[in-house]
């Protein structure tokens, strides 16, 4: 994906691009990097005005990838210097945390923000994942109360203890950044992790190549542009005080609506608990794209680009958490198939090529027993095409095939004791 032409030079987000043109860091990663800065600049106080489900502008972010490969934690720390400099000349109310943490202590810390300020607002940058959750037993439940604290109401109260008296949170707005390898979270996000919605929050994204290669970087001074990156943040924040909702137009909502009632469902834990909040991720990042042009509203080419952005984003997520939770190597399989046939579109594919693709879930007869349940249910349709004495089997899915209930029905075919 080209995130470059996604958006204007002269934006906040492609002047970013530019800021981080010459690193080897993926244009992904810039990207992300550019909304989570502009997450800082709006704040609290301007939503997605969707009717009883308002969507905060906060975001988890995770840049993913093997250690040494994309310069993830570059990205992060290039990131952090800007979010430092835009706390320090326009919003010192807002906390900036960068080591490592406990729960109790990040609960400590933003009650004591509430006290000062009136509101919990807190941007989370830790170069390495590993560093701020670790393996301690009394950071187990660091992912639970990140999750608690991501769409947070406007006043949390907690317990306490006997040692530590009531917290009281208010207006809690925390952004998070950080990078760490796949292979870490594969083995550190365990199943009630992702089914408890942690992972539903984050947007992983993951990439396995730098941008370029440099092996001596151009000595310059970015001053100027620091200075406009920072300049054009400001300009955002003043401009919230105006924009408290972030509308959408009459096309825009049209164009959400088509997508959500026709997407596809997937039954295994990573995407089936991302989708659960799939509309608000791509509502946001279509805010922020809104906000980028400086139009405040949603309108129908935001949506579009959003929607692909944030597909990108889940895909990327499903790699690495393949295989995560409680699910079956049949739910697996069945998603795996389903995304080959509507890959293949309207040329259909071979029934010898689908039995490669999903091979890593299903053998070849369990492939075979899937595609003639799918038949049956009309999901897809069978040619048979002969060629020099023999016959090739060419399988096509249809649009019955992204219909709501389509993978219930199908595993319960498959497996009807499930």
Known sequence: MNFGKLVRPDSFIGRYLTYMSGQETPEAYDF?????LMSLAVGRGCVVARPRAPVYMNMYVMLVAESGVTRKSSAVRS?????RRFIETVDPTMDLLEARTTPEALEARLHVAANLHGHSHLAISVSELVTFLGREKYNISMPGLLTDLYDCPEIRTSGGTINRGQSVLRQVYLSFISASTPSWLSRAVNPDV??????????FVHREQRKKRVAWPEEIDDAELQNSLI??????????NSNKTIGITANGRKRFENWYRTRPENRDPFRSSFESREDAHVLRVAAFLAINDDAWEIQHNHVTRAI?????????????????????????????LRDTLMEAGLDGIAQSSITTKVRAFMDSATAKTALEILHELGMVQKFEVKNAGRTKVIWRGTRLLTSPGAMTTI?????PDR
């Open 411 to 415: 595993l319960d075919r498959m497996e």
């Open 231 to 240: 300049e054009k943040l400001s300009s955002i924040r003043l401009a919230t």
């Open 308 to 336: 692909e952005i944030v597909q990108d984003a889940k895909d990327g997520g499903s790699k690495i958490f393949a295989g995560a939770g409680t699910s079956s190597r049949a739910i697996l399989g069945v998603d795996k």
């Open 32 to 36: 992300w990097c550019a909304l989570w």
């Open 79 to 83: 990131a952090t210097k800007l979010a």
């Open 194 to 203: 992702v089914e408890g919605g942690f992972t539903s929050r984050c947007i």
